[in-house]
């Protein structure tokens, strides 16, 4: 069993940063494919952005490309979604998430372990 943590969310203006952090528990992380998703009141959880096993792909949905950076420290094991220029839209619970084929998936389906999720808010 893999247990995913993540930490960071809260509360920020327009405009503003936060960086979340998903601790990841598993001897085999640095083989697996992680990613972000979020889900806002009322609607599906959505890709926001995914990294390769090795860290050297990464892919953005459209809506935060230029804005989100996600990044991995497989020493660590930890994966990170650094958010800037933070809008209202953004507000969702966000779940960081392990595929542990590393397929590069958009899809939540194709991920295997999911944490508990951390909520940001971001006023107007």
């Known amino acids: 069993q893999v247990q995913l943590v993540e930490s960071g969310g809260g509360l920020v203006q327009t405009g503003g940063s936060l960086k979340l952090s998903c601790a990841v528990d598993g001897r085999a992380f640095s083989s697996y494919g992680m990613a972000w998703f979020r889900q806002a009141p009322g609607k599906e959880r959505e890709f926001v952005a995914g990294?390769?096993?090795?860290?050297?792909?990464?892919f953005y949905a459209d809506s935060v490309k230029g804005r989100f950076t996600i990044s991995r420290d497989n020493a660590k094991s930890t994966v990170g979604l650094q958010m800037n220029s933070l809008k209202p839209e953004d507000t969702a619970v966000y779940y960081c998430?392990?595929?542990?084929?590393?397929?590069?998936?958009?899809?939540?389906?194709?991920?295997?372990?999911w944490g508990q999720g951390t909520q940001v808010t971001v006023s107007s």
């Open positions: 998430a392990a595929d542990i084929y590393a397929r590069s998936s958009w899809y939540a389906y194709e991920y295997n372990y």
């Open positions: 990294i390769s096993w090795s860290g050297s792909e990464t």
